[in-house]
């Protein structure tokens, strides 16, 4: 996209083009006819104040009237742009008037034209950029809720099959319970039958004998029990075709219900590596990468509690299904078909797997312990079971312990877990305590949560390994073990569960916190899941890092780095130009922070480390108003300049100083009169901000009087000032109080406003208004006008790639001057 189109596209920024070519005057419809004309040529390779380049501007200026001439002859032809073509010809003959004898002038203009627009097309790429991340989010948030809708969707619909089975268990019950009863009933006829066979053979045996006296009544009696035992054998007939059926009907159930548990628990199966291995993970992977930028939100792990719980419900419950019908199976042995395979006590394996897989899984640690850990400093960490309330192991809630172990032994943790509560490679204080309900009425969790808190945990010593190579102590990466072992459902099932925390880097000294930093980074963007601790790539694509700085950048002072900043970082860290196509560079961990950057003796983190560290303890409310540009190169930053009015400053990071900030600006030159100079203050750096802030500094300054590119400095940095309490003259003890004020050492350096009586550094200056013009103001000043200053030598040219090349700005009154006490008249 040309630069054209991508101003034009946004409003706001091209209605400020549009003031800005007016204030110039210079018509924008000039501008968009010859936009390829006026983006294909390089504007900064020429400099409007160097005789040298005058033939250069004369050729452009021509070349520009010719094609405005060629312009106006197309649109002569087309009749609606008769208007824009009279504004043409108007504009041609207003430029004639105006630069036929100073085409130098006419190239200023241009130049400061393109550089508004830069500075346009870096906000709109900023704007561009944070929609794309707005939109990421968007989509990111808008995807998280689909597959939260579809996750509870399918958990709904276990319930419902979950409910379903119960009631085809319980109906099998009922068949179960009937088949018992009439196979009781059957048992009865069958002994009935039994007794009436009994009495029928002594009468049969009687009726056999030749003296009978009563033989008829014997030949009744007999008929009688045979139509007994006929109705009891019909009874039993058909008690014995019921049992038939119900036993065909309850194994018929058994199979079905068996088939359509191990179906559901498929399904639940799949959901359950769904949440255990896709969305918790997941939650572990934000939660890591948090540590170099935003954390993930607590709704995210309410809700994977919330998926949690009802599998933990679900899997209980069919748990305890297959467990009734292994009993009901147990009351009434059934033979299955040949080749039919017996499934309960697999689906009871597989069930009981699934609870145990699902409780180990989900205790986790909520809020990871500081990942840059300090030997004898107190830390917090907290840990929760997503399944505890479920499960009710609140009723006996557990104990945790916290541990430190090494690398290697979190390695072996992975490999057997059966020494988890030996292992130790260090000394933790205040590291075991209970599990407690927290019922914190969230409505997003209105059954609370199980979890311990350690608020108070203090490392007391440590047992480093042997170091790997060329490996640091700050390299060397730990990690807390949380460990705890309870029981469910009445000691029915035992669990022991263990969590690693994200790896942790422990230090002994403060000077050791920069480097322990970037190993923190380093890990939490780069490590894969389920990787082998703590293994990470030697090298990673440029635009990863860059993406892991601007987060980090943006974490700690508000604001991330725009493209330009971090094209100026990847020419840093590859010791290459800025502008070129970064997109397919590696950096390695030794380019990141292990070698020195050329010409220095910090490394590429050190450097950025120390910068970012500056800007969230003193600079953030500039930072975050724009009003630093920081990262910027000093060639590039004298380009800038040398566009732009006298006194016109900016603000970049020094690249000599490790942690220091510089203001450069464009002023008369003191050695070649007429022309000028792009002059740098000595990088401040954060004991310097201590003193005084970089607000009052450059207020201070009477030389800055535009933040680049236009900005009135006031209008940009006066809410920063601090406020000068007004002195009492009548101090009980008989002094007048000072305060300090920044002065540029070199005495030729002032703004025309001071020339007539320029001051000399340093100063003391009692504070206004405390004096009148008739008062007996004493002021100590040091005359420097003798000391034969070589100025020559502060000059940008000729200078090196540092900064100390450059003016001393840090000369402050360190002691106040005792001034007579005032006398009255």
Same mark, same amino acid.
Not at 350 to 355: K, R
Not at 728 to 748: F, M
């Given at each position: 996209?040309?630069?054209w189109?991508?101003?034009?596209?946004?409003?706001?920024?091209?209605?400020?083009?549009?003031?800005?070519?007016?204030?110039?005057?210079?018509?924008?419809?000039?501008?968009?006819f010859?936009?390829?004309?006026?983006?294909?040529?390089?504007?900064?390779?020429?400099d409007?104040?160097?005789?040298?380049?005058?033939?250069?501007?004369?050729?452009?200026?021509?070349?520009?009237?010719?094609?405005?001439?060629?312009?106006?002859?197309?649109?002569?032809?087309?009749?609606?742009?008769?208007?824009?073509?009279?504004?043409?010809?108007?504009?041609?003959?207003?430029?004639?008037?105006?630069y036929?004898?100073?085409?130098?002038?006419?190239?200023?203009?241009?130049?400061?034209?393109?550089?508004?627009?830069?500075?346009?097309?870096?906000?709109?790429?900023?704007?561009?950029?944070?929609?794309f991340?707005?939109?990421?989010?968007?989509?990111?948030?808008?995807?998280?809720?689909?597959?939260?809708?579809?996750?509870?969707?399918?958990?709904?619909?276990?319930?419902?099959?979950?409910?379903?089975?119960?009631?085809?268990?319980?109906?099998?019950?009922?068949?179960?319970?009937?088949?018992?009863?009439?196979?009781?009933?059957?048992?009865?006829?069958?002994?009935?039958?039994?007794?009436?066979?009994?009495?029928?053979?002594?009468?049969?045996?009687?009726?056999?004998?030749p003296?009978?006296?009563?033989?008829?009544?014997?030949?009744?009696?007999?008929?009688?029990?045979?139509?007994?035992?006929?109705?009891?054998?019909?009874?039993k007939?058909?008690?014995?075709?019921?049992?038939?059926?119900?036993?065909?009907?309850?194994?018929?159930s058994?199979?079905?219900?068996?088939?359509?548990?191990?179906?559901?628990?498929?399904?639940?199966?799949?959901? %359950?590596?769904?949440?255990?291995?896709?969305?918790? +993970?997941? #939650?572990?992977? !934000? &939660? $890591?990468?948090?540590?170099? *930028?935003? @954390?993930?939100?607590?709704?995210e792990?309410?809700?994977? %509690?919330?998926w949690?719980?009802?599998?933990?419900? +679900?899997? #209980?419950?069919? !748990? &305890? $299904?297959?467990?009734?019908? *292994?009993? @009901?199976?147990?009351?009434?042995?059934?033979?299955?078909?040949?080749?039919?395979?017996d499934l309960?006590?697999?689906?009871?394996?597989?069930?009981?797997?699934?609870?145990?897989?699902?409780?180990?899984?989900?205790?986790?640690?909520?809020?990871?312990?500081?990942?840059?850990?300090?030997?004898?400093?107190?830390?917090?960490?907290?840990?929760?079971?997503?399944?505890?309330?479920?499960?009710?192991?609140q009723?006996?809630?557990?104990q945790?312990?916290?541990?430190?172990?090494?690398?290697?032994?979190?390695?072996?943790?992975?490999?057997?877990?059966?020494?988890?509560?030996e292992?130790?490679?260090?000394?933790?204080?205040?590291?075991?305590?209970?599990?407690?309900?927290?019922?914190?009425?969230n409505?997003?969790?209105?059954?609370?949560?199980?979890?311990?808190?350690?608020?108070?945990?203090?490392?007391k010593?440590?047992?480093?390994?042997?170091?790997?190579?060329?490996?640091?102590?700050?390299?060397?990466?730990?990690?807390?073990?949380?460990?705890?072992?309870?029981?469910?459902?009445?000691?029915?099932?035992?669990?022991?569960?263990?969590?690693?925390?994200?790896?942790?880097?422990?230090?002994?000294?403060?000077?050791?916190?920069?480097?322990?930093?970037?190993?923190?980074?380093w890990?939490?963007a780069?490590?894969?899941?389920?990787?082998?601790?703590?293994?990470?790539?030697?090298?990673?694509?440029?635009?990863?890092?860059?993406?892991?700085?601007?987060?980090?950048?943006?974490?700690m002072?508000?604001?991330?780095?725009?493209?330009?900043?971090?094209?100026?970082?990847?020419?840093?860290v590859?010791?290459?130009?800025?502008?070129?196509?970064?997109?397919?560079?590696?950096?390695?961990?030794?380019?990141?922070?292990?070698?020195?950057?050329?010409?220095?003796?910090?490394?590429?983190?050190e450097?950025?480390?120390?910068?970012?560290?500056?800007?969230?303890?003193?600079?953030?409310?500039?930072?975050?108003?724009?009003?630093?540009?920081?990262?910027?190169?000093?060639?590039?930053?004298?380009?800038?300049?040398?566009?732009?009015?006298?006194?016109?400053?900016?603000?970049?990071?020094?690249?000599?100083?490790?942690?220091g900030?510089?203001?450069?600006?464009?002023?008369?030159?003191?050695?070649?009169?007429?022309?000028?100079?792009?002059?740098?203050?000595?990088?401040?750096?954060?004991?310097?901000?201590?003193?005084?802030?970089?607000?009052?500094?450059?207020?201070?300054?009477?030389?800055?009087?535009?933040?680049?590119?236009?900005?009135?400095?006031?209008?940009?940095?006066?809410?920063?000032?601090?406020?000068?309490?007004?002195?009492?003259?009548?101090?009980?003890?008989?002094?007048?109080?000072?305060?300090?004020?920044?002065?540029?050492?070199?005495?030729?350096?002032?703004?025309?406003?001071?020339?007539?009586?320029?001051?000399?550094?340093?100063?003391?200056?009692?504070?206004?208004?405390?004096?009148?013009?008739?008062?007996?103001?004493?002021?100590?000043?040091?005359?420097?006008?003798?000391?034969?200053?070589d100025?020559?030598?502060?000059?940008?040219?000729?200078?090196?790639?540092?900064?100390?090349?450059?003016?001393d700005?840090?000369?402050?009154?360190?002691?106040?001057?005792?001034?007579?006490?005032?006398?009255t008249?």
């Amino acid at each position: 996209m040309s630069r054209w189109a991508t101003l034009s596209g946004n409003t706001a920024v091209y209605a400020k083009l549009q003031e800005f070519y007016s204030h110039r005057s210079f018509p924008i419809e000039v501008r968009y006819f010859l936009c390829t004309w006026f983006e294909d040529k390089q504007w900064n390779l020429f400099d409007p104040d160097n005789p040298e380049h005058e033939p250069h501007a004369i050729q452009l200026f021509s070349n520009l009237l010719a094609l405005m001439r060629t312009k106006i002859q197309e649109l002569s032809v087309i009749p609606d742009f008769q208007a824009i073509k009279m504004c043409l010809e108007q504009t041609l003959v207003d430029f004639k008037n105006q630069y036929e004898n100073d085409q130098c002038g006419f190239l200023r203009v241009i130049q400061q034209c393109m550089d508004k627009e830069e500075e346009l097309v870096k906000i709109c790429q900023e704007e561009i950029l944070a929609g794309f991340m707005d939109q990421s989010s968007q989509s990111g948030a808008e995807h998280r809720e689909r597959v939260n809708a579809h996750i509870v969707q399918q958990l709904q619909q276990f319930h419902s099959d979950k409910s379903d089975l119960d009631d085809r268990v319980r109906k099998m019950l009922n068949l179960q319970e009937s088949f018992i009863i009439q196979y009781t009933e059957n048992m009865k006829i069958n002994s009935q039958i039994s007794n009436l066979h009994g009495q029928m053979q002594p009468v049969q045996h009687q009726l056999l004998s030749p003296h009978l006296a009563n033989k008829e009544k014997l030949h009744q009696t007999l008929k009688e029990l045979q139509a007994r035992q006929k109705n009891l054998e019909e009874d039993k007939k058909k008690l014995e075709s019921n049992l038939s059926e119900l036993g065909k009907e309850i194994l018929q159930s058994r199979l079905e219900l068996a088939d359509s548990y191990n179906k559901l628990i498929d399904e639940v199966q799949g959901m %359950q590596k769904r949440v255990l291995d896709d969305e918790l +993970i997941s #939650w572990k992977r !934000r &939660q $890591q990468l948090g540590g170099n *930028g935003n @954390l993930p939100k607590s709704e995210e792990l309410d809700s994977l %509690q919330r998926w949690c719980e009802s599998l933990a419900e +679900i899997i #209980w419950c069919i !748990r &305890q $299904q297959i467990k009734r019908m *292994g009993i @009901l199976r147990a009351q009434l042995p059934i033979d299955l078909p040949i080749g039919r395979p017996d499934l309960l006590p697999e689906l009871n394996d597989t069930i009981t797997g699934m609870l145990s897989s699902l409780v180990t899984s989900t205790f986790i640690v909520e809020q990871q312990p500081p990942q840059v850990l300090k030997k004898e400093s107190r830390f917090s960490a907290k840990v929760r079971l997503l399944v505890g309330g479920k499960l009710n192991i609140q009723m006996c809630p557990p104990q945790v312990k916290a541990t430190i172990i090494s690398e290697s032994q979190a390695k072996n943790m992975l490999r057997s877990d059966m020494l988890a509560k030996e292992t130790t490679s260090g000394t933790i204080l205040n590291n075991v305590g209970t599990m407690d309900w927290q019922d914190d009425r969230n409505p997003l969790l209105p059954s609370g949560c199980l979890s311990i808190h350690f608020r108070n945990m203090q490392l007391k010593a440590i047992k480093r390994s042997d170091k790997k190579g060329t490996e640091a102590v700050t390299e060397e990466k730990f990690c807390i073990l949380f460990q705890s072992d309870f029981n469910v459902g009445g000691n029915d099932l035992v669990f022991q569960v263990w969590t690693l925390s994200l790896p942790v880097v422990v230090t002994v000294h403060g000077n050791q916190e920069c480097n322990a930093m970037a190993t923190v980074l380093w890990d939490n963007a780069f490590a894969d899941p389920g990787r082998t601790p703590f293994v990470v790539p030697e090298s990673v694509p440029w635009p990863k890092l860059g993406e892991q700085l601007h987060g980090k950048f943006q974490q700690m002072t508000g604001k991330g780095l725009s493209p330009d900043s971090l094209d100026y970082l990847a020419s840093k860290v590859f010791n290459a130009p800025c502008g070129l196509d970064f997109s397919q560079y590696t950096v390695s961990w030794t380019q990141f922070n292990k070698e020195t950057l050329q010409g220095r003796t910090f490394t590429f983190w050190e450097w950025f480390y120390a910068v970012l560290k500056l800007t969230k303890e003193h600079l953030k409310g500039p930072w975050n108003d724009g009003s630093i540009i920081g990262f910027i190169s000093k060639t590039k930053a004298q380009e800038c300049l040398n566009r732009v009015e006298n006194g016109t400053f900016l603000l970049r990071f020094s690249d000599s100083e490790c942690g220091g900030i510089t203001i450069a600006w464009i002023a008369e030159s003191l050695t070649k009169p007429g022309e000028r100079e792009v002059w740098n203050l000595a990088p401040y750096i954060a004991k310097d901000f201590s003193v005084r802030g970089l607000a009052d500094r450059i207020h201070d300054l009477k030389n800055l009087t535009f933040l680049y590119p236009e900005i009135i400095k006031d209008d940009a940095f006066q809410k920063y000032y601090t406020a000068q309490p007004e002195s009492d003259t009548s101090s009980k003890n008989g002094y007048i109080a000072t305060h300090l004020v920044q002065v540029i050492g070199a005495g030729q350096l002032m703004c025309p406003d001071n020339m007539s009586n320029p001051p000399r550094s340093p100063q003391i200056i009692p504070p206004s208004p405390a004096y009148g013009p008739d008062s007996n103001q004493t002021t100590l000043t040091e005359n420097m006008e003798d000391m034969n200053m070589d100025l020559t030598e502060y000059l940008v040219t000729d200078y090196t790639a540092g900064d100390y090349d450059i003016i001393d700005a840090n000369q402050f009154v360190t002691g106040p001057y005792v001034l007579p006490p005032y006398q009255t008249n």
